[in-house]
């Protein structure tokens, strides 16, 4: 899961002249490594290319005709020419069939993703608002009871396995208590208002547990970031000018607090759609992290590969979109 | 306010280190502390008992001498990739920091590239490919998790070769050897540490996730791989809580110590960070 546990994240390697378009070309580079990899990965890894390519099923369905199957997919010729067939198909959406779902692998991703997403975004803002106001809090009462208390429950929950704290949750609102459903996104029938409801139903677990992982990320950098911003003159002059404490930290410390909060959002947003993955398992959640648990079993290769591809574009994305907010939110960059 | 602070972190950083020392002993001794082979074969789901503390699982196997004998396990495989990874990112970025120009842009570029590659499903796609394996998982992990330590390496590399004390020593003739045993490692070495504490811990979690999944070894049952058993062989559905809910909690404390560990030693080595706190 977490590729990155460090409270303080890393500072982005910045160029001076970085503009927009340096940033662009970066992703764009980062995206030919991730194709390439995917490309590279099922021909150089042990085993048989032509299986690591159509997965197990496919692989045993083919029967005999495993040689044409080999020809078909181009892997008797040289590699190079086998990357040129690659990127067209990837360009034209021929990203493989799907043995396991019984349908090409381009489908059975997109079916998921809106239902991974549906689950990822709102918890991300949730999130995002829930440690503004609690790291705000925790910074502003530094060293009291309430920052003590505040620091170390954030501590405990950013330890956990989430996926761990889920089933934990599922156990007792679920199994016991009978509050919520045990699994899935709904009980199907319904159509509309009673449809949306009864989604909601279902999502509010999930939606807890992973608004609750990237809260506790969010809430260190805040605590961190108001800390340092408490110190500075302008906080001063503000508190000087005989502000009350609620309009000094809400419109003047927060607002610049909150500017690494988007970048670091972009940075983790990879973590949180893997932990997201992890957390959809235990609920069945129809997103990619089920299709990607079943896939695994299935060992369906091609399905594995395009989440993979699917998931990094995703990320890439997010970056990009950060870079662009970015300015918005902090002037002093514009 | 000043001393209070410190004293205070620097007792969590403690309590961190003696939970995790805690977690390293029993690894250590565990042939003498669970209490029976965790491979030998009794009753089926049999309830906790003073016979079988934590029951037995759906094999009948000893659930409390799992769970002892798979934190060496878990706390190697986060160990070895934790080592692993943090050696390769100290290496690249002593390199980037000191060499600069064209080996450092194209270093930072792959640096940068890693760490926005989302890494579980990277590792999902390599492990399901090189199949199960203590050492392949440390592998890929160590391959994985070595670009923060290299970005703060290099940063620390180059603001330390920017100072007055270490232009000095160069006027005076000291070369890039000298002043990288002399300067640069003691101004690094701490930051190193607490980037190894909590890569270590990024490592486990990682290992955990990935057992979980189903991708673990077999062989050399982790917590992780347990909670995968409970949760794929009916333990969770049949509200077995005295099988997931350990493993978990466990994985939970070593990185709950690990991470008291890591603030501890970031808080003495960052000037900047004891002054906010001061504050």
Not at chain 1, 212 to 232: C, M, P, Q
């Amino acid at each position: 899961m977490a590729a990155e546990t460090s409270a303080v994240p890393a500072q982005r390697h910045e160029h001076p002249s970085a503009t927009l378009a340096s940033r662009a070309a970066r992703y764009l580079a980062a995206l030919f490594i991730i194709v390439s990899l995917n490309f590279l990965l099922p021909r150089l890894m042990p085993g048989d290319p032509l299986m690591n390519l159509v997965g197990e099923e496919g692989y045993y369905a083919a029967g005999g005709a495993l040689d044409e199957l080999r020809s078909e997919l181009g892997l008797d010729e040289p590699l190079p020419v086998q990357y040129g067939r690659y990127l067209r198909g990837l360009l034209s959406g021929d990203w493989g069939y799907s043995y396991l779902y019984l349908r090409p692998v381009r489908d059975a991703i997109a079916l998921h993703l809106r239902w991974t997403l549906a689950l990822v975004l709102p918890s991300i803002i949730i999130a995002a608002l829930l440690a503004a106001v609690l790291g705000g809090l925790a910074a502003w009462r530094r060293g009291s009871r309430t920052d003590i208390g505040l620091s170390a429950g954030n501590l405990l929950v950013y330890a956990m396995p989430h996926y761990w704290l889920a089933m934990l949750l599922l156990f007792v609102f679920s199994f016991r208590l009978g509050w919520f459903p045990l699994g899935r996104a709904t009980s199907g029938g319904a159509t509309d208002l009673p449809y949306l409801l009864d989604v909601g139903w279902h999502m509010l677990l999930p939606l807890v547990v992973i608004t609750a992982f990237k809260a506790t990320y969010d809430f260190l950098i805040v605590r961190n970031s108001v800390v340092s911003i408490l110190g500075e003159d302008y906080v001063l002059m503000a508190q000087a000018k005989g502000l009350s404490a609620a309009s000094v930290l809400f419109r003047h410390v927060l607002r610049n607090a909150l500017a690494p909060l988007v970048t670091v959002t972009a940075i983790q947003f990879g973590m949180v759609l893997s932990g997201a993955l992890l957390v959809e398992v235990v609920f069945s959640w129809p997103g990619m992290g089920t299709l990607i648990y079943d896939a695994i079993g299935a060992r369906d290769y091609p399905l594995l590969q395009a989440a993979f591809l699917i998931i990094a574009v995703c990320v890439l994305l997010a970056n990009f979109i950060a870079d662009v907010l970015y300015p918005l939110l902090d002037p002093r960059t514009r | 306010m000043q001393l209070t602070e410190h004293v205070r972190h620097n007792h969590v950083a403690l309590a961190g280190a003696v939970l995790f020392a805690a977690f390293v002993l029993a690894a250590a001794l565990a042939p003498l502390l669970a209490p029976h082979d965790p491979w030998a074969h009794f009753k089926p789901f049999l309830l906790p008992s003073t016979m079988h503390l934590l029951g037995t699982d759906d094999v009948g196997r000893d659930i409390l001498s799992e769970l002892v004998t798979g934190a060496r396990v878990s706390l190697s495989v986060g160990l070895f990739s934790g080592a692993l990874a943090v050696s390769f990112g100290v290496l690249v970025g002593l390199l980037a920091g000191f060499r600069r120009g064209r080996l450092d842009e194209l270093l930072m570029g792959l640096t940068d590239v890693v760490l926005v590659i989302p890494a579980l499903p990277l590792v999902i796609l390599v492990s399901v490919y090189l199949g199960p394996g203590l050492w392949h998982t440390v592998l890929i992990l160590g391959l994985v998790f070595w670009p923060s330590t290299a970005r703060v390496v290099r940063s620390q590399v180059l603001s330390v070769r920017q100072s007055g004390y270490v232009e000095a020593a160069r006027a005076l003739g000291a070369g890039d050897g000298w002043l990288m045993r002399r300067h640069v490692l003691p101004n690094v070495l701490p930051l190193v540490l607490a980037k190894f504490v909590l890569t270590v811990a990024a490592a486990m979690l990682m290992e955990a996730s990935l057992s979980f999944l189903g991708l673990g070894d077999p062989l050399a049952k982790s917590w992780g791989m347990m909670l995968h058993y409970a949760f794929a062989r009916g333990g969770f559905i049949n509200e077995l809580w005295w099988w997931y809910l350990p493993p978990g909690l466990c994985i939970g404390l070593c990185i709950f110590a690990l991470t008291l560990v890591s603030f501890g030693i970031e808080e003495r080595s960052d000037p900047r960070l004891r002054r906010a706190l001061d504050r």
